[in-house]
């Protein structure tokens, strides 16, 4: 348990730096959009997963779902990087 709250904290303090390196203009955009945010009770979220099971059982374009996923994972690595810059 130690290990993960460490990383939340490296997270966190990461956050903290990227909002820090925005303009002005950049941190109240962001403060009125998460000021704004609703909370979705738990429930609603459970309740919400179970209806979204199965959504993509009739796509024609998705044969195989371990091959797609694999093949939309594969450029997170790159984009990690630009975002981290």
Same mark, same amino acid.
């Given at each position: 348990?130690?290990h993960a709250?460490?990383? !939340?904290?490296? *997270?966190?303090?990461d956050?903290?730096?990227?909002i820090?390196s925005?303009?002005? &203009?950049?941190q109240?955009?962001?403060?009125e959009? +998460?000021?704004g945010? !609703?909370k979705?009770p738990a429930?609603? @979220? @459970? @309740? +919400?997963?179970?209806? &979204?099971?199965g959504?993509?059982?009739d796509? @024609?374009?998705?044969?195989?779902s371990?091959?797609y996923?694999?093949?939309i994972?594969?450029?997170? !690595? &790159?984009?990690? !990087?630009? *975002?981290r810059?």
């Open positions: 348990m130690g709250r460490t990383m !939340e904290k490296d *997270i966190f303090a956050v903290i730096e990227k820090q925005l303009t002005e &203009s950049q109240r955009f962001l403060q959009m +998460l000021a945010r !609703e979705v429930v609603s @979220k @459970k @309740k +919400l997963l179970r209806k &979204s099971f959504i993509w059982a796509r @024609k374009d998705i044969k195989d371990i091959e996923v694999e093949e994972r594969k450029g997170w !690595e &790159s984009r990690l !990087e630009r *975002i810059g």
